[in-house]
Structures are given as C-alpha cells and as structure tokens.
C-alpha cells in the first residue's frame, strides 16, 4: 500500500534562512511524488514534482526538492525562506508503475510553515 | 486562462437543507476529483471520476453524491446538511501527463448549523 509521512508538524524558520519540510515514502515500486502548498481559506497550489531522472527538482517561488531513493525521501527546500512562504504544505505520493500512474494520489498530513521575520 | 472554479466560496445553511456545490474546469481534464478537509488538516478523498458518466468513491465514506454529465462540470450534492458535514471542500482535476498533476479549485467553506 501507498503512504507518505510528513514527521513535522510545523517547522519554524527565521526569514533569510533556509528551510527544509520533510517527506518519506512507501510504495512498492517507483514513485511519482508532489509537493503542494496551501495559503489559508484557499485551495492546494501545485508548487513541483519528482517523475524520473535528475534527483533535484526545481519547482515555482524557488522551492526545490530533492528525491533519495535509498532513504525513500523528498524533503522541500528553499535556500532563503520568506514571510509570505508562511503556509501549509502538502507532500504526495502515487505509484508508477511502468510509467503509467497507479492508484489514486496519497497525501500526507501537512506540515505548517512559519517564517518569522 | 485555463482555471478550475468553485462555487460558492462560503455557505452557511440549516440542518436539513439540500445543497449542491459547483465545480467546473477549463482545464481539458478528463479527470476529477473532490476532496474534503477539515481547517489545516489532511485532505481526504471522497469522490472520483474519469469522465463522463463515470463516479467512484473515494477513500473516506461520505454522505455526499456526485454526477458526471459533462466533462467540465462535477457538482456535489448533500441531499440534507447535518452539522457533521461542516467542513472545507476542495475539487480537484488531472491531466494525463506522468504523475497526472491534480490541479485544485479555491474551496468551498461549508458552515452548516
């Protein structure tokens, strides 16, 4: 079965420091994996996602995130946090299978983001 | 500009009333989902569909009913609002692409008395 864990819930960062919210992983084969971010009273925005290939992927607002196969982990990163990244993120999972998805999308349970200036 | 849209923002109605909740997208997507979440909680699954006459249940059992007429279009319907049904509502839609990117609407806000 798919799941994905986000084991913080809420990271707290100083502005102009670089943050990281974690993510692991449990699928049985590879995975397709998300990251979305959610503002409050508004709903998910897509911010990046890992298919194949290079292991850094480089999403919107300067957030990047990095796939570790070994470790079954995508942790959010940005080199230089801000006030307005102050929000909820969302990590997920689904299955590829053959490069074809499988299941339905996975998400874990949140984590909420305060930069404090 | 290609968008998917949410209709009304917030409601606030009387135990027993029946009400649908808009969802539409000019995505193109085939796809479509709805989601429920309480205020800065996880987003659980509640309904699906792959198109047009196509409806699936999600993972959470919910009292709620949804209809697939046209590709655009996914309206949700509560036949008669309890108190429990006070949540947020997130309608979602996929593209085809690897991973199968879900792109999410605004929310409905759900306040029922």
């Known amino acids: 079965a798919q799941s994905v864990a986000q084991p913080e819930d809420q990271v707290n960062v100083a502005e102009g420091n670089p943050l990281t919210v974690k993510c692991t992983y449990s699928v049985s084969g590879n995975p397709y994996l998300f990251w979305y971010v959610q503002y409050p009273n508004r709903g998910l925005q897509f911010l990046l996602k890992y298919i194949t290939g290079d292991n850094l992927v480089k999403g919107s607002y300067g957030f990047e995130a990095e796939f570790n196969k070994s470790q079954t982990s995508f942790h959010l990163k940005k080199p230089s946090a801000l006030v307005s990244d102050s929000a909820l993120y969302f990590c997920?999972?689904?299955?590829?299978?053959?490069?074809?998805?499988?299941?339905?999308?996975?998400f874990g349970k949140g984590t909420k983001l305060s930069v404090k200036p | 500009e290609a968008d998917i849209y949410q209709t009304p923002r917030y409601l606030v109605i009387g135990t027993g009333k029946k009400i649908t909740l808009e969802c539409s997208q000019t995505?193109?997507?085939?796809?479509m989902y709805w989601y429920q979440q309480d205020p800065g909680m996880e987003l659980h699954l509640i309904h699906y569909s792959y198109g047009v006459n196509s409806t699936e249940k999600g993972d959470l059992s919910s009292e709620s009913t949804v209809s697939r007429i046209r590709t655009e279009h996914f309206p949700l319907t509560l036949e008669s609002a309890r108190p429990s049904h006070t949540s947020q509502y997130l309608c979602?839609?996929?593209?085809?692409?690897?991973?199968?990117?879900?792109?999410f609407g605004p929310g409905t806000r759900l306040l029922v008395l």
């Open positions: 979602a839609s996929s593209d085809l692409g690897l991973g199968e990117t879900q792109y």
């Open positions: 997920a999972v689904r299955e590829n299978k053959w490069g074809r998805s499988q299941g339905n999308l996975i």
């Open positions: 995505m193109g997507h085939d796809k």
